[in-house]
């Protein structure tokens, strides 16, 4: 039920007339129940809010200020007070190139994570609807398998699946006329490491892409489809001009999650690597860990995360209005 | 706005064109409809098929090496199909380090974060869907808001701050840490399940003498129960999976699952037959409790960002 109901309220409504799911009971409730008091909402809320704002908004606070502290070893074991270092730690990362390649390769890597993500779920959401029932419900419980496997899990997964000499796909790769690639270490190059390594978070992250659209599909008026057939358009002019502007909200909403995601890789890399990459695989998210943990330069290590985070910004701006816009957020 | 406008502006066209041929407009239908199953149908589900070997593939590669005896898993040419089937990488992954040890420490902190997520979510759900007051809206905006925070670039003042509250290598210290991410998308979870909830029958359970509590645990709290089953159980896997900050919170001694699996793969990372038993040990239970939610919860998540 709540897939359906949910999903409704993404597709935009044909007029301003409400999302049928969550605004069935809100629209008259705002007037209507504020009788209740106004400190029981709060008094409701405190435990909420006191774990988020101590876990997460002090932490948010701390990450700022460290990021213009010195903060090393001493600093930890409390043998030193934290000293402020300026805007040190930012020229430092902003001055070193290694950091704008970092920058650079992260962005690289999530752009395309995100692209190959959409376009083959969309794809593959397509599919799905032309396929017999038996073929859908088997793709569907594959994807599900597949979304459901613990990271690590998957990880592990495909550094067996990609091991230079004993690995399958080297060795299915080598039955193809004229390859031969047994023995090919993928992870000896850094692209081609993190080639794989976007495969496997593309493999994470197609299910849940697939469902979402599957679900935003049915929405998709079979009358207007029909219409624009009947004005001439071809299978591309319908999905161009009919299905997509139906959808776009939903894709609005699982590209910038999408980006949010891919931009935060971590454990892939981090393990995939054997707990330590390399210079050619870090991203910002490992770059960062490397400073604070392994260099232990906190305060550099939290500039990079302070530069992350706004960097993610823009995108999660986007990803909020779409909210507001499609009226989940009343 | 562009997108209600071009669909809207699709919709304008739309009557006008069946309009005149709505006569004919039956006829072509079920002429296509019928020429379809036919041919291009298995095309269609060839396709699909290529699709379910491909996503599947490294699933049924886990299990197929697992059960496998470790010298076939490392025989030149692969044995795609079991011929012999046996345990002893299972052994093997139980003998290499401690593996209860670490799962006990999983279920343990699981459990709790999903028993106090969903406890302190439910009243902070019903806050924001059945309470109007001031500051609402920033409310949910902030929760909203909360979920985007990426956690990774959080682990360092984390890691400070509960190294100076002395929580660094407590279960307790991952614990809180876990509730921060589970908790935003518990309560935007139980509040979709919540709103869907019609108030009138609370309201009839009022008129018929009920408190406003009372109404709420007879009427509202046994068809919300699915919909916190399914946002327990998905809250459980997500802390059950979690890598980052279990590795960095806790010591080696006190390591959780997933560490104890990634340290698998970063030191022995050759073996993969006894590798491959222990991710199975690992992913089978989740996956199949993940089977069993995911439909109530696929759309729970667009709102919810949490994965990864």
């Known amino acids: 039920m709540s897939a359906a109901d949910t999903t409704t309220a993404k597709?935009?409504?044909?007029r301003q007339s409400p999302p049928p799911g969550p605004a069935a009971g809100t629209p008259g409730k705002p007037g209507k129940k504020s009788n209740g008091g106004a400190g029981i909402p709060w008094l409701l809320l405190a435990p909420c809010?006191?774990?988020?704002?101590?876990?997460?908004?002090?932490?948010?606070?701390?990450?700022?200020?460290?990021?213009?502290?010195?903060?090393?070893?001493?600093?930890?074991?409390?043998?030193?007070?934290?000293?402020?270092?300026?805007?040190?730690?930012?020229?430092?990362?902003?001055?070193?190139?290694?950091?704008?390649?970092?920058?650079?390769?992260?962005?690289?890597?999530?752009?395309?994570?995100?692209?190959?993500?959409?376009?083959?779920?969309?794809?593959?959401?397509?599919?799905?609807?032309?396929?017999?029932?038996?073929?859908?419900?088997?793709?569907?419980?594959?994807?599900?398998?597949?979304?459901g496997m613990p990271i690590i899990v998957a990880t592990a997964i495909f550094k067996w699946l990609f091991d230079a000499d004993y690995g399958v796909l080297n060795w299915l790769l080598s039955k193809l006329p004229g390859v031969d690639m047994i023995g090919h270490n993928w992870f000896a190059s850094g692209p081609q490491g993190l080639a794989v390594i976007m495969l496997l978070v593309v493999w994470g992250a197609v299910p849940f892409v697939v469902i979402t659209l599957s679900a935003g599909l049915t929405q998709v008026p079979k009358e207007l489809e029909e219409a624009a057939r009947l004005d001439g358009a071809g299978a591309?002019?319908?999905?161009?001009?009919?299905?997509?502007?139906?959808?776009?909200?939903?894709?609005?909403?699982?590209?910038?999650?999408?980006?949010?995601?891919?931009?935060?890789?971590?454990?892939?890399?981090?393990?995939?690597?054997?707990?330590?990459?390399?210079?050619?695989?870090?991203?910002?998210?490992?770059?960062?860990?490397?400073?604070?943990?392994?260099?232990?330069?906190?305060?550099?290590?939290?500039?990079?995360?302070?530069?992350?985070?706004?960097?993610?910004?823009?995108v999660v701006a986007v990803y909020m209005r779409q909210m507001l816009k499609i009226g989940d957020v009343e | 706005m562009s997108a209600a406008n071009t669909s809207a502006g699709t919709a304008v066209k739309a009557p006008a064109a069946p309009g005149p041929a709505s006569a004919q407009a039956p006829a072509p239908a079920p002429v296509r409809a019928a020429r379809r199953p036919g041919r291009s149908k298995l095309g269609w589900n060839l396709l699909g098929l290529l699709v379910v070997l491909t996503a599947g593939f490294p699933v049924y590669w886990m299990v197929n090496t697992a059960f496998k005896p470790a010298k076939d898993a490392i025989d030149p040419d692969p044995h795609f199909f079991p011929s012999a089937f046996t345990l002893e990488n299972f052994?093997?992954?139980?003998?290499?380090?401690?593996?209860?040890?670490?799962?006990?420490?999983?279920?343990?902190?699981?459990?709790?974060?999903?028993?106090?997520?969903?406890?302190?979510?439910?009243?902070?759900?019903?806050?924001?869907?059945?309470?109007?007051?001031?500051?609402?809206?920033?409310?949910?905006?902030?929760?909203?808001?909360?979920?985007?925070?990426?956690?990774?670039?959080?682990?360092?003042?984390?890691?400070?701050?509960?190294?100076?509250?002395?929580?660094?290598?407590?279960?307790?210290?991952?614990?809180?840490?876990y509730l921060t991410f589970i908790l935003p998308f518990t309560v935007w979870t139980l509040r979709g399940f919540i709103v869907n909830i019609p108030k009138e029958l609370e309201e009839a359970a009022q008129v018929d003498g009920c408190t406003r509590t009372g109404a709420f645990i007879r009427v509202v709290f046994p068809l919300l129960a699915p919909g916190m089953v399914a946002t327990s159980v998905y809250g459980f896997i997500q802390a059950w999976n979690e890598y980052l900050y279990a590795l960095m919170l806790m010591s080696q001694q006190n390591q959780t699952a997933t560490v104890w699996l990634g340290n698998f793969i970063t030191k022995n990372g050759t073996e993969y037959a006894p590798m491959m038993a222990g991710s199975t040990m690992m992913a089978v239970p989740i996956v199949i409790l993940f089977l069993l939610v995911q439909r109530k919860m696929a759309a729970g998540l667009t709102a919810g960002a949490v994965k990864g």
Request: charged letters at 10%; proline letters at 4%; aromatic letters at 10%.
């Open chain 1, 11 to 14: 597709v935009p409504p044909a």
């Open chain 1, 49 to 147: 809010l006191t774990v988020l704002l101590l876990v997460l908004g002090y932490p948010l606070v701390r990450l700022v200020t460290l990021s213009f502290q010195k903060f090393g070893q001493p600093q930890l074991w409390g043998f030193q007070e934290a000293e402020s270092a300026g805007l040190d730690n930012f020229t430092k990362i902003l001055g070193d190139a290694e950091f704008w390649a970092v920058v650079l390769r992260t962005v690289l890597f999530a752009a395309g994570a995100v692209v190959v993500t959409m376009v083959l779920g969309m794809l593959i959401a397509l599919l799905l609807q032309r396929v017999s029932g038996w073929v859908k419900a088997l793709i569907n419980i594959v994807l599900v398998a597949s979304w």
């Open chain 1, 236 to 314: 591309w002019g319908v999905f161009r001009f009919v299905t997509l502007p139906v959808l776009k909200p939903i894709i609005v909403m699982l590209t910038t999650l999408s980006v949010i995601w891919d931009m935060g890789v971590f454990p892939q890399v981090y393990v995939m690597r054997n707990g330590h990459p390399e210079p050619e695989f870090q991203l910002l998210t490992t770059y960062s860990f490397d400073r604070a943990f392994v260099v232990n330069d906190y305060g550099t290590g939290s500039a990079i995360a302070l530069v992350t985070v706004v960097l993610l910004l823009g």
């Open chain 2, 91 to 177: 052994e093997r992954a139980l003998d290499i380090a401690d593996f209860w040890g670490p799962v006990l420490r999983s279920l343990v902190v699981s459990l709790v974060v999903v028993v106090i997520g969903i406890a302190v979510g439910l009243l902070a759900a019903l806050a924001i869907s059945r309470f109007a007051f001031r500051g609402r809206k920033i409310v949910i905006v902030g929760i909203l808001a909360v979920q985007m925070v990426p956690l990774v670039a959080m682990i360092i003042p984390v890691f400070l701050l509960l190294n100076d509250l002395g929580q660094y290598d407590k279960l307790s210290g991952l614990i809180i840490t």
